[in-house]
Every structure is written in structure tokens, then in C-alpha cells.
């Protein structure tokens, strides 16, 4: 097996089209990392640390953005603007009947036109996003007020770093390897390990020194879980009646139909993010218009989420019941079942059509709820261990370790796919 590694691994930095896709992506990764170190006008940078280490929300949502939330850089929604448009145009694959004609009927023009909505669905979230962090955080003291032609520079300037981040991500897609915008987030939280290290080691004491081995031991057990979990299905048996091959007709072909484990990925943390985030961004916007209840209620709710135990509990029951939900739109019983039927496939024991429906809707079911509850115990994992040891520098962040796994894994997938195509 390390031979074989080796091998490809020589293969692939041989070879000057998989060379030159490495390279690019590479500085495009670099691109991004510098705009993340460049922070909007008038921030704080005292207050904007004692806000992140007081309130372990946003640090989830700056897992999302790449990095660039904790630094406040002109970056700092990142992707999560071009990530929820793509959301709720999936979901309205579902409401409109126009948008389903148009990605699952008119082929990769009906993608591209798919695309091309999503893209411009961005600009308006990046803006509403933009405004409510920014009025949330003024409101904090991290960032000065500045007056209303800097506050709407900054609206301008914020807006306009997610869609070059997003444009960077699709360069990355279409001339580097792998999936771009995951890549950027993959790289945001690659790039904050050496400091959450360097600031467990030395904010640390020699008593902590037993729960930071603790939970290296448990990094390394979650990332085999994740792992293990991503590759995970159920496998529902699939025969055919008869098939033909070239002039020989066989009787009794046979394959499956894969069930995925984590059939819905991490969009559904993403879904229970943006949900607990709405209130937080709509009671900032209402406070910053001086009305008194929205004051008391943005207090309350801020309380509410920097309490572990209280947020973690919504957030965890949030993630399983959006894991039902995406799945649910995304995997049709129905579909399935009737392309069974008109290829002449069938599961064995189970009539074609409504019963084969029905099985399939139940293995589904099945299936999701440990993925769901795997899903929802990795969120909610920084908040449990925060809880039951009160340390807060060093935080297994079980989200980021999901993202980061998966994402390697589609890299590594992809760079393999080049590879082999290379050798054949």
C-alpha cells in the first residue's frame, strides 16, 4: 500500500496538467489567506478577542467563513452568503416548479442557469448578513462607530469580499482540483490550529495538561469516527429481470443501491446555524433603532447562546430534526422508485412500485437517525466539553473536524481520479 502511495504520489507531481492544478489551487489558497488578514475600519482588536472568548457561537460561524470572522477582515462572511443561496435554491427545487424544470429537466443548461440564480441570490444575503453583523458588533464596542458613509463602506466592503471569495471558489473548481469553496473552508480552519495550540499550551496550566492529552486522544477518535461514518451506507440489493449485453441476453443481473450514513453532509449544521443566528442579527437591527424590548430581548437571547448547555441542547435537536429535512428533499422514494420500475429493476421480496416506495423510504428513515444523531453530538461537541471541564482554550470543534475530513477525503478522491486517469 505505501509503495503503491509513493507511487502516485510521484505520478501525480510528474505530471504538468495535475502539477499545474496543485499550483493554482495553492495560490489561490494563499490569495485568500492574505484577504483574510485584512480587517474592515474601525475595529477593536481587545474587544473583538473578549467577544469571541465570551461568545463559542460565533466561533462556529467563523468556522464558515474561513477564518476571516475572528479578524474581522473584509472576508468575514466568506462563503456562508453563496452557500445559503445555493440552499434555498435547492429548497426551491421543492416550492417553485420553474426552478425543478430548471435543474432537473433542461440539463447543464438548466445547471448553469441554476448556478447563475445563486450567484445573484448571494449579493442580497452578503448585504443583510453584512448589515446585521455589523450593527451587532458596533453595538459590542468591537467596532467604532464611525458614521453612516464608513458604515456603508463597510457594508460595501464586506459584500464584496464574499463574492470574490466565491468567485475565487469556483476559479478553484474549474482550474484547481476539488470542490473550491469547501477548500477555502477547509483552509480557515487549517490555518487556526497552530494558534488555538500555541494559546492551549501557553494560557494553559500544569493541571490542565491530563484534559489536553484527553482530548488529543479524543481528536484522534473523532476523526476515525468521521471517517468511518462518511464512508458509511446501507446497501438495498437491486436485480434485474434480464439484461442484455452486446447479443447475449443474462437473466437475473444484480447490483445495489447505496444509502449513505450521512445521506445530507453538513448542511444541516449549516440550516441549524443560520436558524440560531436569525434572531440574534433581527433583535440587533430592532435594538439598534433604540426600542427597548428588542434591547432586553437581544440581551436574553446573547445570554442564552453563550450558555453551553442551553444553546447546545436547541442546537443539537435542531441538527437532527434539519438532518430528516434536507434528506428529505434531497432523496426521493418516489423517484427512485418509479426509475426501478421503468429499467425493469426491482428489490428482491418487495413488489415494484408503491411497496418498493415504501421500503425505500423506510431504509432511509432507518439509516438517517444514528447519521443524524452522529451529526448532532459532533456539533454540539465543543459545548459538552466546555460544560463538564470549563476550559475554553482549548475546544474540540467536532464540526470543523467533519468538515476538514470530508473535505480531505473528496481531495484526496479527486487527486487519485487524476491520477488513475493518467495511468490508463
Known sequence: MLDT???KVKLAFGDAEIRRRVLFLAGMLVLFRFL??????????????SFFAQNQFFGLLNIFSGGGLSQLSIVMLGVGPFITGSIIMQL????LPQVKEAYSEEGEAGR??????SRLLTIPIAVLQSVGFLILLENQGVIAHL?????VANICLVTAGSVLLMWIGELVTEFGIGNGVSLIILAGILAGVPASISQAIFAGSAANIPAYLAFTVLAVAMIYAVVVVSDAERSIPIAYARAVRGAAMSHGAATYLPIRLLQAGVIPIIFALSLLLLPQMALSMLAAFKISIASGAALWYTSFLSNPWEYGAVYFVLVVIFTYFYTAVTFEPHRVAENLQKTGAFVPGVRPGRET????????????LPGAVFLGLLAVAPSIIQGLTGITTLVLGGTALLIAVQVALDLAQKIDAQVSLREY
Open 5 to 7: 502511495f509513493i507511487r
Open 112 to 117: 448553469a442557469k441554476f448556478i447563475q440564480w
Open 92 to 95: 426551491g427545487t421543492i416550492i
Open 357 to 368: 416506495e415504501e421500503y425505500i423510504n423506510n431504509v432511509v428513515n432507518r439509516v438517517t
Open 36 to 49: 483574510a488578514a485584512v480587517p474592515i475600519p474601525g475595529v477593536d482588536k481587545i474587544a473583538l478577542a
Open 147 to 151: 458614521g453612516s458613509v464608513a458604515f
